[in-house]
């Protein structure tokens, strides 16, 4: 039986030995695609206002983040075909109220599953994407190029009025795929995704865990479960998840299995790093990112790498099923030889 008043809240944690876990969540989207087009003239801008709420107590919305969250989110959208064809320009802002809590994080001595405290956050976003690909579903030619930076608040509610500004940072991420169909049976993709987390007015402690990248997975470094790649090895940040900086590259040959029957064989391999920008002894001294993602004593002991095969179900001739197995090539104490994954759609 499902009791309500056991939700997960910071100041009423869960039973960890009772508790049905499960995700709800809702959405009002209020959508007009023809805004400002009778009154200003202005073609092809929509405008969109979503209040929402999401509890996640099965991790499967933010990579294994367990969350509560209610927000509003107010965005344009304007598409950009005058000066690019599929050229698309995004803006909006976003506040939410928000707490969260790792996945595999332990239950406190009582058997509950406490959620960090809540936090109240506003976001500015822009995005800006150009997509070329000749199906966005199954692409075998084209490319796709999107940037998105990010202002975001520190907790505007938790503590003085200051900390809003105090705690702010900037957050970039990049990312870029392209297609070469190098015969008519083979499809080489490749993507690459760059990502910097930028403290503003000398920030000194990590960003919260729904704001961090984090590097592992079917959509990142396939070998890995979800999310488990850690940014500092052997120091005591390994407890933290995600890190600040993110560098990842994909490769992936496609060609035709059975050819009759829509299934497809892959061939890949997938590089990332991942860094927190912290030194790995003081908790409050920040350092540069590239620094700490290629330390100078051992460029390469953060860079983790795998390499695999797959099947592609195409249903019906566009959606693929995809199955990777994926090995590591640098693999660590305790890790193991790698894993199976399994998704609805490619990752890049």
């Given at each position: 039986m499902l009791q309500l008043a056991e939700f997960p809240f910071a100041d009423s944690p869960l039973d960890a030995n009772n508790a049905v876990d499960f995700l709800v969540g809702a959405e009002l989207v209020f959508s007009d695609p023809r805004f400002l087009r009778t009154t200003a003239g202005v073609d092809r801008l929509s405008l969109t206002i979503a209040p929402y709420y999401i509890l996640d107590l099965l991790g499967v919305t933010s990579n294994n983040l367990l969350r509560e969250e209610l927000g509003l989110r107010l965005e344009l959208r304007k598409e950009l075909d005058e000066l690019l064809e599929r050229l698309v320009l995004t803006g909006g802002l976003q506040g939410k109220w928000v707490a969260t809590r790792a996945l595999d994080a332990p239950a406190d001595s009582q058997g509950r599953r406490l959620f960090s405290p809540?936090?109240?956050?506003?976001?500015?976003?822009?995005?800006?994407?150009?997509?070329?690909?000749?199906?966005?579903?199954?692409?075998t030619s084209g490319f796709f190029v999107q940037f998105t930076p990010q202002l975001v608040s520190g907790d505007a509610l938790g503590g003085q009025a200051a900390d809003a500004?105090?705690?702010?940072?900037?957050?970039?991420?990049?990312?870029?795929?392209?297609?070469?169909?190098?015969?008519?049976?083979l499809v080489l993709g490749q993507?690459?995704?760059?990502?910097?987390i930028v403290p503003l007015f000398g920030r000194d402690i990590p960003v919260p865990d729904d704001e961090r990248y984090v590097l592992g997975g079917v959509a990142t470094v396939r070998g890995f479960?979800?999310?488990?790649?850690?940014?500092?090895?052997?120091?005591?940040?390994?407890?933290?998840?995600?890190?600040?900086?993110?560098?990842?590259?994909?490769?992936?040959?496609?060609?035709?299995?059975?050819?009759?029957?829509?299934?497809?064989?892959?061939?890949?391999?997938?590089?990332?790093?991942?860094?927190?920008?912290f030194s790995d002894e003081n908790t409050s001294e920040a350092v540069g990112c590239y620094a700490d993602a290629f330390p100078e004593e051992d460029r390469l002991s953060k860079v983790r790498a795998s390499a695999g095969l797959g099947l592609r179900d195409l249903i019906p001739d566009q959606i693929p099923l995809l199955l990777d197995y994926a090995l590591l090539l640098n693999r660590r104490p305790g890790e193991g030889f790698g894993n199976l994954h399994f998704n609805v759609g490619y990752s890049f």
């Open positions: 809540r936090r109240t956050v506003g976001k500015f976003y822009l995005e800006a994407s150009l997509d070329r690909r000749d199906s966005p579903l199954n692409p500004l105090g705690d702010s940072f900037f957050k970039v991420t990049a990312a870029a795929s392209i297609y070469t169909s190098l015969s008519r049976a993507s690459v995704r760059y990502g910097q479960a979800e999310s488990s790649i850690i940014a500092n090895y052997g120091s005591w940040r390994d407890q933290l998840r995600g890190g600040q900086f993110i560098l990842n590259y994909n490769a992936e040959l496609r060609y035709p299995l059975l050819r009759p029957l829509n299934v497809w064989a892959a061939t890949f391999a997938d590089v990332g790093v991942l860094a927190d920008c």
